[in-house]
């Protein structure tokens, strides 16, 4: 590599100006896309052709699930605002918009535990229609997204509280980010197609 | 125009920006979906929104819009997959059987 680029990134690169660790991310990601896509487009063939299906808007509870949307766009936020704390050298920062991310993450994925108790306790469950099983099914995989992306950020924590992270040399913060924010918009989708349309 | 092309980010003030259009945007959204009762203008109202929403969080959140064409082309090409899944399904479901 040249020295010329050898600033920009702290990994060494293939193509000057390319992350290899960032760039293995985006390509994670493109494969996470598709494999929602794979659920998503299910519900769609399942929902409009012609499934009996209840009225969402009756069946689900739409205020609370959409104040934990609101939620995970915090967590977005305070995701970014952490990143944007090491890019300014401010570690002690850092570690308290990661923590926060992490608790409204851990909160998002509480109040979905109690929407599934809710639903459960009601006899609606993944066994007792197509409605059901598909429900849980995008909901699961999402949630367990998100729970894995709790003990990540509980990882990234731990490392931040050590000094693993410097104005020079954050860029698993990056990394981190860029999965959180990708479950966040698969959220933003899901909220919209399972609860809204 | 930014002139470090890898490392041009936004700043807090535009992360906050962003927020509060997600805010304002969810807001609509609940309701739109309550508000709306043909359900084709809903369902294209909300398609609009959702759009929005995640187009905000990957331009700005994900760094998308200052990165270099081969990260947008690789977070954007199967986009362009997903579309033609979901316009098939939804087009399928229209036929006669």
């Given at each position: 590599m040249s020295h010329a680029t050898a600033?920009?990134?702290e990994n060494p690169s293939t193509i000057p100006g390319l992350s290899t660790r960032k760039f293995?991310?985006?390509l994670f990601l493109a494969s996470e896309v598709m494999f929602f896509t794979g659920l998503i487009a299910t519900y769609i063939a399942i929902r409009f052709g012609g499934a009996d299906w209840p009225i969402v808007s009756q069946k689900l509870n739409v205020p609370?699930?959409?104040?934990?949307?609101?939620?995970?766009?915090?967590?977005?936020?305070?995701?970014?605002?952490?990143?944007?704390?090491?890019?300014?050298?401010?570690?002690?920062?850092?570690?308290?918009?990661l923590i926060a991310t992490a608790a409204l993450g851990a909160l998002f994925v509480s109040i979905q535990g109690f929407e599934w108790s809710s639903l459960l306790a009601e006899g609606t469950s993944a066994n007792t229609s197509l409605f059901g099983a598909t429900f849980f099914t995008l909901t699961g995989f999402h949630g367990a997204h998100v729970s894995g992306g709790v003990l990540a950020l509980l990882l990234v924590?731990?490392?931040s509280m050590r000094g693993r992270y410097t104005l020079a040399d954050h860029q698993g913060i990056e990394l981190m980010g860029l999965y959180w924010h990708y479950v966040d918009v698969v959220w933003i989708i899901l909220f919209t197609i399972l609860y809204l349309i | 125009m930014e002139v470090a092309p890898t490392q041009a980010h936004a700043s807090r003030s535009t992360y906050l920006k962003v927020f509060a259009f997600l805010a304002v945007l969810t807001a609509v959204e609940v309701s739109v979906a309550f508000l709306i009762g043909t359900a084709?203008?809903?369902?294209?109202f909300l398609a609009v929104l959702a759009i929005a929403k995640a187009g905000l969080v990957?331009?700005?959140?994900?760094?998308?819009?200052?990165e270099r064409?081969?990260?947008?082309i690789i977070a954007l090409g199967p986009l362009i997959l997903v579309v033609l899944l979901a316009s098939a399904l939804l087009l399928e479901r229209n036929l006669p059987r």
């Open positions: 600033h920009i990134e293995t991310m985006w609370l699930v959409a104040l934990n949307t609101f939620i995970l766009i915090v967590s977005s936020v305070t995701m970014v605002m952490a990143f944007a704390a090491i890019e300014n050298g401010d570690q002690k920062g850092l570690t308290k918009y924590v731990f490392r | 084709w203008l809903r369902i294209a990957v331009a700005f959140y994900m760094h998308l819009r200052f064409i081969p990260f947008r």
